[in-house]
Each structure stands twice: as C-alpha cells, then as structure tokens.
C-alpha cells in the first residue's frame, strides 16, 4: 500500500513538474552587473536584463515589453544545453536616468515554432542602487577589490554655470592595479578644464585603500535633468600562489586577475536663467573688466592694440568677442584675437583677453568709450554689468602723405642741366666690381663630402627606422595566430581561464591593426560580419564572446572541466578565425 501511494506521489511530482516547465519556458530576471538580484535600481546606474527561455529552438531574439524606453545594450547570448534540454539566455545591459517605478515585460518569443513569454517585472528606480542583502554585507565587510565613486560639487545649477565632477578609483594597497577607466560623456554639458590623476589614500572599514581621482569642468547647456551616468573602470587583482605551492612562490609571479567594477550615478538640476530684453554675454561669477591701448598716440593708419581683460569664474572659452560699442568714425578697428590668460588676476580667478586692432583714419584727438559686459551672476541670482574705462587716443598725421615745397623743389644731381664743375675723377679700377679684401682658405675637399652626406645620412636613417617598424607590424599580423595558440595552451596548463577574453582581444587588434582598447564586443561582430560570417556562426561566436567574458571579470564557475572546454573551444575558434582574418 505504501509502495503505491509513494509511487502516486512520484507521478503526481512529475507530472507537476512538467506542467511548470511548459507553463513557463521563459523567465525574465533583473540582475546587478556582479549578478546579484537587484531590490532597487540606482538612477544612472547600468544594471542586466536576462530573458532565459527553454527549448530546442530559440533562435530569435526576444521582444521585451517596456525596454526601449531606456538606455540598451545588447550584452550576450548564452546557449547550455545539458542531456538534449536546451535552454538560451539574452543579456542586456540597461540604464534608466530618471527615478520612479517602472514595469519591464513581458518577455516574448518564439519557441519551437511557439509564442511564448515571460512574466512582466516591476523594478524601483532610486538614488542609489540596492542590491541583495548578502551581497550588501559582503561590501560592508570590506571584501571588495575595488571600487568607484562619482560625486559632484552642486547639485542645483543655472544654464552655463559651472559645477565640477570627479571620479576617484580605489584599490586595496599593494594588490589592485588600475588598466582603464571610463570617463563621463555628457552630451548636455560642454566639457571644461580637466585635472588628474591625483593620488592618495583612504581607510574603509579597516581596508587600506589607494586613491585615484579625476576632476572635471562642466558647464550645462540647457535647462533641464542632467544625469552622470555610472562610469566603469578595469582593474587586476594579484592574487597568491597556491598553498601546495608556498615553498616555491618566491620565484614564482602572482597571477593577476581582471576584474571590472562601476560607480554610482549623480543627478543634476539645472534652472533656466530669467528673462531679460539685454544681451547676456556670459553666467558665472566675474569681478573686473579692464581695458588698455597701446600706443595711445598714433599716425595715421597705424595700428594700435585695444586689449580687453575679462576676470571671473564661469564658461569663458565659449564667450564669443565682444563687438565694440559707440566707436567714433574717425578710428576704424577689427578683432585680432582672444585667449585664456595662463595668469591669473588680481581676485584670483582666470582672466580672458580680447584683442582688437584700431587705425586713426583723421588727425586728431578721439576717445574709444567704455565698452559694457552683462552677465548673470549665479551667487546673487540677478542680472549685472561690468564697465571699463575709456581710453583716450590722439591721432597725428602721417608725414608720407605730406609733400613739402622743398621736396618739390629738388632736382636729382644726375638730370641738372648745369654740369658738375668738380673734377673727383677716381683712378681706373683694374680689379673689378668684386675685388677680394682678402685671400681665403679653401674648403678640404673631404669636409665637403662628409657635410654633403649628413642629409643623405638622415634620410637612410629615417627609411630604415621606418622600414623596421612596419616590418615589426608585419611580423606580428602574420604571426597572431601562433602567438594566440601559444598563450591558450599556456593559459591552460595554468587553468587561467580569464586569460583567454585578452587573448582574444589582442588577436583581433593585431589583425585588425588596431589598439586593443578599442576592440570590443561590437567591433570584432562587425569585424566578422563584414567577413562572411553566417547568422548561425554569430550566434556560436556570441555565445563564446560572452562565456570568455565571464571568466575574464566574473569568474562565475570554478569547474575543471567547464574550463577544458573554454580553452578547447578557443583552439577550434583560432583555426577558424585564421581562415577569414
């Protein structure tokens, strides 16, 4: 009796079983970009969007209701497949700059010839992202390598005024190397002055970390929600020998292990100036606004510089020049030129200067009045103006343009009629016009040689330095593919499976006759497709790229036998990609 009951219960168990798979063959899942489950999204902060459906073909890629109203990426395709079950996973990376709750999906698609989709997910957007609280106490608990803050000096601007952001990468001491670093594109605001590196040190939670920050100039452009979106930065972690190997460590290198991290988002109110009928030339906070001409006595259409200085704090590359105003007739002026002052002014803030070329056209003495600089000061909230003084000009006239009796009156001595009674006849010249003053002493005949072939000299050196280095990229374009085959099979006698995403990526920027910071995911898709590759054989690549990406900064399964096929798998990608490369 009971063999029976439990033999029911079996089946009933399967047969539910099997009715949770069919029901629900695809499932739609926010991520963090480590992985662990999202209980809040941070404004500006990237998080995944995993759509995983089961089936033998889901070839097509999913329709995610609600998406395209953020900020997407395509991140990867993932297909298992495990005893003829197969199941496909499409990764996006996606970004929201505004706060509020928000519904992504459902997730459609076709399975076997079957439409089929996922269950919608409701996901807060906030200040700062809120993760797992697992995950949460491992970061309080000091364990992270690595990690990056965005912060801003204001949070609250007007239209051009400037505000300051900076991005400060840390590392634990001794232990994290910083590769790259992702700075802030900010189509909104005009990029300003930037400052850094500039290094240090900080304790957090008992972990030692070094400091590195990066400080920028921003200047919005309209008014408006500006968003900072999270910056990434790569980094490697040195990590210890193994303890069967601590005899033998010292000479040994501690293997390096690539990891990537992202920052925190900020966002940015900026305010619209108030209305005025008056020209505004510029936001900010400025305090003197001078002129000076030199000379200030002139002759007629000779030039002389006005020179404008403009000292404040705001936006002054884009200040366009100041048309002068009020210039009498008499004196005819254009700008020459303008620039930062790499001094700074008496308040010590920049100063820019306008130049202006001015001619006195009429004699006489003439006045170029005050010029006028409007603004909008941010710390009063109100409009001002800034004047200069006016600079007195005396203009004489130009004695080219004044013909005197006596120079009217002056006949050449070679057209006077009257015959020149001297007689200062100078002896012959038997010598000739070049008469030497002394004798010279010839050049040797081998320093001329040797002067005549110091050009020739430069010039073979120079197509010789030009000749090794375009061999050297020769040689290493034709020989990318051994060098490649070489590192797996180094990386996998080491189980370094991290190592094979790089490998990869400086195959590509060899044959590509590229740096390897500009390949990435799309470039190499691109790379292929323009080389024939077939949609099967994109997805096959996708699905390896994105494997190879895991290891190379998640690390996410430690399995021997999962990394004996990455590196397998990367031998078969060398052989075909040596084909159309």
């Given amino acids: 009796m009971v063999s029976i009951v439990g033999k ?12 949770c798979i069919s029901a629900m063959p695809v499932e739609l899942k926010v991520k963090s970009l480590e992985g662990a489950p999202l209980q809040m999204a941070g404004v500006g902060v990237p998080f995944l969007v995993e759509v995983t459906a089961s089936g033998r073909d889901a070839s097509q890629k999913p329709k995610i209701a609600g998406l395209d109203k953020f900020q997407v990426q395509t991140a990867g395709i993932r297909v298992y497949s495990i005893n003829g079950d197969a199941s496909t996973t499409y990764t996006y990376k996606v970004r929201v700059d505004s706060p509020g709750s928000f519904v992504i999906g459902p997730a459609v698609l076709s399975i076997d010839g079957t439409q089929s989709q996922s269950k919608a997910v409701r996901i807060m ?33 007007f239209v051009g005024e400037r505000f300051t952001c900076s991005l400060t990468f840390l590392g ?32 957090i939670n008992g972990v030692h970390y070094e400091s590195i920050t990066w400080t920028w100039q921003l200047f919005p452009k309209a008014a408006g929600t500006i968003v900072i979106p999270a910056s990434g930065a790569n980094y490697q972690v040195e990590q210890e020998a193994n303890d069967s190997l601590s005899f033998f460590s010292p000479f040994f290198k501690f293997r390096a292990e690539r990891k990537r991290t992202y920052s925190n988002a900020a966002t940015i109110k900026v305010e619209s100036l108030p209305e005025t009928k008056a020209h505004v030339d510029a936001t900010g906070i400025f305090k003197s606004f001078d002129s000076k001409i030199n000379p200030s006595v002139a002759q007629q259409g000779e030039g002389m510089v006005l ?55 009429e004699q006489g003495s003439w006045e170029i009045p005050a010029q006028t600089f409007t603004y909008f000061d941010v710390s009063t909230r109100q409009y001002a103006m800034l004047k200069t003084v006016a600079c007195p000009v005396k203009i004489k006239l130009n004695p080219a343009t004044k013909k005197t009796l006596s120079s009217e009156q002056t006949t050449s001595p070679i057209l006077s009629k009257e015959p020149d009674k001297t007689d200062d006849v100078l002896p012959l010249n038997t010598w000739g016009a070049l008469r030497p003053s002394h004798q010279r002493t010839p050049m040797p005949w ?23 280095r375009h ?39 060899d044959r590509l006759k590229c740096a390897p910071s500009i390949v990435s995911q799309e470039v190499i898709e691109q790379a292929l497709s323009t080389r024939g590759f077939s949609e099967s054989e994109m997805r096959s690549w996708q699905d390896f790229y994105m494997r190879m990406h895991e290891k190379a900064f998640f690390a996410l399964s430690r399995d021997r036998s999962e990394k004996d096929s990455l590196f397998n798998e990367a031998a078969d990608w060398v052989k075909k990609l040596e084909k159309v490369l």
């Fill in 307 to 361: 020179l404008l200085e403009l000292e404040g704090d705001g936006d002054l590359t884009q200040i366009k020049t100041l048309q002068l105003q009020g210039m009498p007739s008499a004196l005819k002026w254009y700008d020459s030129k303008q620039y930062v002052r790499d001094t700074l002014g008496v308040h010590g803030l920049p100063v820019k200067c306008f130049e202006y070329i001015v001619q006195g056209l």
């Fill in 446 to 468: 081998w320093l001329f040689f040797v002067l005549a072939l110091l050009p020739l000299l430069k010039i073979a050196l120079d197509i010789m330095r030009l000749f090794i």
């Fill in 125 to 157: 957007v906030g200040n700062k992202q809120v993760i797992d609280q697992a995950y949460a106490k491992k970061v309080r608990a000091g364990t992270n390598d690595a990690f990056i803050e965005l912060s801003v000096d204001k949070n609250q601007v």
């Fill in 172 to 203: 634990k001491k001794g232990t994290v190397k910083l590769e790259a670093l992702e700075e802030p594109k900010i189509p909104e605001c005009t990029m300003g002055a930037k400052t850094g590196p500039l290094t240090g040190s900080r304790t």
């Fill in 8 to 19: 029911y219960r079996y089946i009933a168990l399967v047969v539910g079983m099997g009715a």
């Fill in 471 to 509: 061999r050297a990229d020769y040689f290493k374009q034709q020989f990318a593919f051994k060098h490649a085959r070489k590192k797996i099979q180094l990386a996998a006698r080491e189980g370094a499976s991290q190592r094979v995403h790089i490998i990869f990526i400086e195959l590509f920027a």
